[in-house]
């Protein structure tokens, strides 16, 4: 990839985590284009993994169904186009690719049919530990929602732990952070664990509102919410 795509993908990625969501879509779409000119397909999958991500985010927010197929349907062009030209894509993105549409799986409440992406994605992934230790806590929300309770929840623990062995002053490592607390605060709220779910999304949220993760603070704020009213009717 250019290292002027480069920076365009790196600002398409920026503007949707401050959630810029028009901006950012446009920047993936033009970041796409030009990939598909080129025959760049680690490009385009990192396109299309980018837009799939705004639009699940999208979906959390409104519970509308057209952000929930355009979720699928963008990180499905891009498992599609990694199982095209799998012997030209590096392990890192093949891990993207495959973790994003177990992400839009999940979301789409597939928990059988996402597991082995994820667990697939986990074994490819070049990535240091802080990364591998997201893609452990996705998994363990899984297992945790298909009735392995303990082995999930150790496995968010694991993965919590192997997150905050990176650099605390890295967004994308507190983003992460936060995203097992939330998962880990459901859990516990689920199984009438009212102590530790509370203070597990106050430690969330306190992350959130520090370090200026705006996504990550609405959620943890509707989990409170809902954990205050009693109310355990959410996904992982």
């Not at 000119?37 to 980018?50: E, F, K, M, N, V």
């Not at 030209?85 to 549409?101: C, K």
């Not at 936060?178 to 689920?190: C, D, R, S, W």
Request: hydrophobic content about 35%.
């Amino acid at each position: 990839m250019s290292d002027m795509l480069e920076e365009k993908l790196s600002k398409a990625n920026q503007l949707r985590e401050s959630e810029q969501f028009g901006g950012s879509a446009k920047l993936f779409t033009e970041c796409l284009i030009d990939y598909n000119d080129q025959q760049d397909y680690r490009g385009q999958i990192h396109s299309l993994c980018g837009q799939s991500l705004i639009y699940k985010i999208l979906a959390r927010k409104d519970q509308s169904q057209i952000y929930r197929d355009l979720t699928i349907a963008f990180s499905k062009s891009a498992l599609e186009i990694l199982e095209s030209h799998l012997s030209q894509i590096d392990s890192h993105t093949q891990s993207i690719a495959y973790s994003s549409f177990a992400d839009a799986l999940l979301m789409n409440n597939q928990l059988k049919e996402c597991l082995p992406y994820f667990e697939k994605s986990l074994s490819i992934s070049p990535a240091d530990k802080p990364e591998k230790g997201r893609l452990k806590s996705h998994i363990g929300g899984v297992k945790y929602l298909l009735g392995e309770k303990q082995n999930g929840i150790e496995l968010i623990k694991e993965g919590l732990q192997d997150i905050r062995t990176g650099d605390l002053n890295d967004y994308k490592i507190r983003v992460w952070e936060t995203g097992a607390l939330n998962g880990l605060a459901k859990i516990y709220a689920k199984e009438d664990d009212m102590e530790n779910a509370k203070k597990i999304i106050g430690e969330s949220l306190k992350i959130a509102t520090d370090h200026n993760l705006s996504i990550r603070k609405r959620e943890a704020e509707e989990i409170d919410q809902k954990i205050s009213s009693g109310d355990t009717n959410f996904p992982i």
